[in-house]
């Protein structure tokens, strides 16, 4: 699978608003889950959210209420929209999605990261 990752904004400040979406493509059979997880520097990857390909979400405790995943099956896009942002929320944030093959195998791919910067 590809990955059309962008964010929506540039450099923000605490308290301010990003959108970031990743659209995956390619010989897509059937997707499962989608999300985010993200990597600040000197920090193991962690969760942010997931969503469902029933719409069912998931989030870390750390964002809940200010972020919002989402997506479109149609298009094969995850959204994540992140306000009141914080310094904290700064990291490298990396889609992915759980791909299922007509065989019934399913493998995750992620996507390229994409920077995100909160400035106090």
């Known amino acids: 699978l590809r990955f059309s990752c962008r964010r929506w904004g540039g450099l923000v400040q605490t308290g301010g608003s990003l959108r970031l979406s990743c659209a995956a493509s390619?010989?897509?059979?059937?997707?499962?889950?989608m999300g985010w997880y993200r990597q600040a520097p000197g920090n193991q990857r962690e969760s942010v959210a997931s969503?469902?390909?029933?719409?069912?979400?998931d989030y870390a405790d750390s964002v809940k209420g200010r972020f919002t995943i989402s997506r479109d099956n149609a298009k094969n896009t995850v959204y994540l929209q992140m306000n009141a942002l914080k310094p904290e929320d700064t990291a490298v944030y990396y889609c992915y999605v759980q791909h299922r093959e007509r065989t019934g195998y399913r493998m995750v791919y992620w996507g390229k990261g994409t920077q995100v910067t909160v400035s106090s």
């Open positions: 969503i469902t390909s029933g719409g069912s979400t």
């Open positions: 390619g010989s897509i059979f059937s997707i499962n889950d």
